[in-house]
């Protein structure tokens, strides 16, 4: 990927891997003890109910953490791959010429988040998770003139990597939950 667009080249940007892998192992540790629980309580919802619906909620995560951000010479999109629903995930446009300005918002846990607003006065999230967010922004810099010098993600790699070591830690937990479950279940 090059620092412009002077080829007729995309640059695509997906979400950090450090997130998705962070986000998926998450949803897992939460999700895996329940159809084992599910089984040693007698629970009135069967296991395999459990099962299916941690399933279809696992590939839910993943069809929404597989957002993408093409920045090309027309200007910046957000999308999801074909198998995406758009009913579930619709993405959107923004021509590089309806770029008014990149206006910061705080969101209700303190931090900051930045929208693209347009010359229609539509308010577009610019995606912050993303690999390689330095060189995004500076790209929208150089094809909109807006300072994006101080405009940083929302969250620090740190923050996942401490969110990581607990979901590592949670699994440890899982493990000793499940193992004591089929133990005292009647598993065959």
């Known amino acids: 990927m090059t620092a412009n667009l002077v080829n007729t080249s995309p640059a695509i940007f997906r979400l950090s891997p450090l997130i998705r892998i962070t ?29 299916l619906g941690i399933s279809i909620g696992f590939i839910g995560l993943y069809a929404v ?11 910046i999109q957000v999308s999801y791959p074909n198998w995406v629903p758009r009913f579930f995930r619709k993405g959107w446009s923004l021509p590089w010429s309806e770029v008014k300005q990149l206006k910061p918002r705080t969101t209700g846990q303190g931090g900051l988040v930045y929208y693209f607003l347009s010359k229609d006065g539509k308010a577009y999230l610019l995606p912050m998770r993303v690999a390689g967010f330095a060189q995004m922004v500076k ?13 940083y993600p929302l969250a620090q790699p740190w923050m996942y990597l401490i969110l990581f070591g607990f979901t590592l830690l949670l699994f440890l937990v899982d493990g000793w939950t499940i193992a004591t479950a089929i133990t005292q279940g009647n598993f065959s």
């Open 139 to 151: 790209l929208v810099q150089e094809k909109t003139g807006i300072d994006t010098n101080d405009v």
């Open 65 to 75: 953490l597989t957002e993408r951000v093409i920045l090309d010479e027309q200007g």
């Open 23 to 51: 986000l998926l192992s998450l949803y897992l540790a939460l999700t895996l003890p329940l159809p084992f629980l599910a089984e040693v309580t007698n629970a009135p919802i069967p296991s395999t109910l459990f099962w």
